[in-house]
């Protein structure tokens, strides 16, 4: 079997580009894949039809050559970019092997581990009762059993840090008192957070609401100031969406600074590289929560990692059961009781609908600019 | 597909015993795995006596959920002789799945990153002349390796000091002799403590040899730190860990270049790939422990076709020439190269009524002393 030609589609269906991958053979086998929108989308979609020009004529089931081949093809150390298309491509082959040899992905990846895959989502909302009400709804729509909150509330940036960390101590009682005691939460500073001792003070105010783990407390740049964090940090330390490939994972896991880590399938290399970061976290005794913030692609492709992975946790989810994201794939995993089924058709099982792409056309996106009162530029 | 049989054949193999393992499914498939707990054997097979019961009627799709629950199962991890059980049934499981998606084990293993597989062979000589003898012959048929391990003394008496300085003579004939296209490993085999074999790594750095291995006892992998502090020489560790717990800390603080993964000790292919990732984060490369039989071979060679981070495997003698009435059909071997199964599964064939005609004679591994009459490793 041999690589013909690569496709992609740069799709915006809501608040962001979706970068979807499509790898052709010459048997009329093919496979897709998700790659991260990391804001410059033209760019990843770019790198990978330069990555197409490497690929054509070579066998799509040499997944771990390929995979060495775009690596190390790029020698130098991919970023954002670079990263985010060999994750695409990635996926993309697996499908691949998958249909030809008529079995879902999880069943080439050792087989199955658990029956189905639990999942959390973040219910957003601006004020401590909104988010409480909108947690409520979606475990009724959704069963959940999980969610995750972001403890700054809107215009973060202009408030006083003494206010940040009260109402950040409010969301979380806001949703705990609206869901219950026996609800699992997750609390995202995003990485907004400069100073550890900040970070620290809010951790100490989420801790009477037993928060099920915190989320990049700090900026990923320097893992022994988060090392020396961890081991004062009063609840669970997660971490990882922005990091690159299991190298920077092993940084992460020897300095002992990650209860919980959450790379990113679209981002850190896809799945094969997946599969090896946990590996590694296994044998520290850590678990993976996948971050999934993407599209419904990424998601088929976190529950069969999930699926074959004995030290996953949890995944983020977003729903794709509803207009526009339900017209991006022909047919979307669903949530039942909080838990994703165990999906059954070979490869990914998933298939784009390239029809209704029409629709929802590339726009040019980025995150915005979280200006402070000084003029200054605040993380986002 | 669900597990209907597993049973063990230890094979007297004239001098030591090889113990394969067959798991059977009530599709008609089964798989061969092989066991790496040499001498003891009687041991492993009353581990697997314990976990048929809980192996029947379980699902032979779920590799990695019965190397958990087997790992885990019994309340205490999984030590050296349960691991050796466990990599058996998970070679077996993947030869399995092999065959019932009809492709090569390394397909399931991520596909080909090379096209075939540099191996070593064992060297040996009671003299200096022997032994560069032994190794000539090696080069003439093509391999690209020699290795030979530290010398002793007749009557199984190990004395350091002189054995040390004899191995230094034969580094140096061997050099000499094949010439510097030839790499040359050699294995210490846990014998020495660390003072002697600093002495000897620092010796033998001017003949560049690829690795020496298992310079000294495996329990206390710090000691191997002091040691590297001293000496440039690669060092290769490995093939007596259990598990990917043993190896964390040679991985983690890089005591080592080659991780000497025995497959059929540490947890079987499973186990086996995961610590290769690991292994590539700290630029530590395979160098596949496999002193043992024809489905080790194989095993191992589908994990080094699927492995990046791969430096070679060992290969005592060529495939095909031992145990070729149980094992019929072996892996293929052309100029120093292990080559590519095209079969399913593992690609080899194990005959379960010749096994029977080999059964298992009681046999202990060489025991060696010092002069005072001590204990020493062999």
Redesign the interface.
């Known amino acids: 079997m041999k690589i013909t030609r690569i496709e992609t589609f740069l799709v915006h269906p809501d608040h962001r580009n979706l970068v979807f991958v499509k790898v052709h053979t010459d048997e009329g086998l093919y496979g897709i894949g998700e790659a991260y929108s990391c804001g410059p989308d033209r760019a990843t979609e770019a790198a990978i039809h330069d990555f197409e020009e490497w690929l054509i004529g070579r ?1 799509p ?8 081949l775009m690596y190390i093809g790029s020698r130098l150390p991919g970023g954002s970019v670079v990263n985010a298309a060999i994750s695409g491509i990635d996926h993309a082959l697996w499908d691949i ?1 998958g249909k030809a ?3 879902p992905v999880w ?7 658990r029956d189905r895959v639990r999942v959390y989502q973040n219910p957003g909302g601006r004020t401590p009762e909104e988010i409480g009400e909108r947690a409520l709804a979606l475990r009724e729509r959704y069963g959940y059993t999980a969610f995750k909150i972001n403890p700054h509330p809107p215009g973060s940036e202009s408030m006083p840090w003494n206010r940040v960390v009260r109402e950040a101590a409010a969301r979380l009682e806001g949703i705990r008192k609206a869901v219950g005691e026996d609800i699992d939460i997750g609390v995202d500073p995003h990485a907004k957070i400069f100073e550890p001792v900040r970070a620290l003070e809010m951790a100490e105010a989420l801790k009477p609401y037993r928060p099920f783990f915190f989320e990049e407390p700090l900026r990923p740049e320097n893992i022994d100031a988060l090392a020396e964090f961890k081991k004062q940090c009063p609840i669970p330390v997660a971490t990882g969406e922005m990091l690159y490939t ?2 920077e ?2 940084d992460l896991l ?1 300095r002992g600074a990650a209860d919980i880590i959450q790379p990113d399938v679209c981002l850190t290399g896809g799945l ?1 590289e997946m ?2 970061i946990a ?2 976290a ?2 520290h005794y850590v678990t993976v929560a996948p971050h999934n913030p993407m599209g419904p692609v990424a998601t088929a492709v976190n529950v069969h990692f999930a699926i ?3 030290n996953f946790l949890i995944l983020e989810y977003i729903p794709d059961d509803l207009p526009p994201r339900r017209d991006l794939v022909k047919e979307p995993l669903v949530v039942k009781d909080g838990y994703i089924e165990v999906p059954t058709r070979p490869g990914l099982g998933i298939e784009l609908n390239e029809e209704a792409f029409g629709k929802y056309p590339y726009r040019s996106w980025h995150r915005g600019f979280p200006w402070r009162p000084d003029g200054a530029i605040g993380f986002i | 597909m669900k597990i209907t049989n597993i049973e063990a054949y230890p094979v007297w193999g004239g001098g030591r015993n090889y113990l394969f393992v067959v798991v059977d499914t009530d599709e008609g498939i089964s798989g061969v795995g092989e066991a790496g707990l040499t001498g003891r054997e009687l041991g492993v097979m009353g581990v697997i006596e314990h976990f048929k019961p809980l192996l029947i009627g379980q699902d032979a799709n779920r590799i990695e959920h019965i190397w958990q629950m087997l790992f885990r199962g019994g309340f205490f991890p999984a030590g050296k002789i349960a691991c050796s059980a466990i990599s058996a049934i998970d070679i077996a499981l993947w030869d399995i799945q092999g065959k019932a998606r009809g492709v090569p084990v390394y397909q399931l293993l991520g596909g080909l990153v090379r096209d075939k597989v540099v191996c070593y062979p064992h060297n040996s000589g009671r003299t200096i002349e022997e032994l560069v003898e032994s190794c000539l012959r090696t080069k003439e048929e093509g391999w690209k390796f020699v290795r030979w391990g530290l010398p002793q003394r007749d009557g199984g008496i190990l004395e350091p000091t002189e054995s040390v300085l004899l191995a230094i003579k034969q580094f140096e004939a061997v050099r000499k002799a094949v010439g510097d296209e030839i790499e040359i490993c050699f294995d210490v085999h846990t014998r020495l403590d660390p003072p002697d074999a600093t002495y000897f790594c620092k010796a033998v750095e001017q003949y560049r040899p690829f690795f020496i291995e298992d310079p000294i006892r495996s329990e206390g992998m710090y000691s191997l730190r002091w040691l590297r502090e001293h000496t440039s020489v690669p060092i290769a560790v490995g093939e007596q860990f259990a598990s990917k717990w043993e190896f964390r800390q040679v991985i983690e603080e890089e005591l080592t270049d080659y991780a000497r993964i025995d497959l059929c000790i540490v947890g079987g292919i499973s186990e086996a790939r995961k610590i290769a990732g690991w292994c590539e984060t700290h630029y530590i490369k395979l160098a596949t422990h496999n002193p043992l039989g024809p489905v080790s071979t194989a095993a191992c060679l589908h994990l080094n076709l699927a492995c990046n981070n791969f430096g070679v495997m060992e290969q005592p003698r060529r495939p095909g020439t031992a145990l070729t009435d149980v094992v019929p059909v072996q892996v293929e071997w052309q100029d120093g190269y292990l080559l590519p199964p095209s079969r399913p599964g593992l690609g080899i064939a194990f005959d379960r009524e010749a096994a029977k005609k080999h059964p298992f004679q009681m046999r202990e591994l060489p025991h060696l002393r010092r002069l005072d009459g001590s204990v020493t490793n062999w």
């Open positions: 066998d089931l040499d997944i771990e050559g390929l995979w060495q092997k040899l008529g079995v069943q080439l990846l050792g087989g199955k581990v299991k190298y994972f092993r020897v094969s599969k090896k590996a590694m296994e044998a074959a992975t004995h």
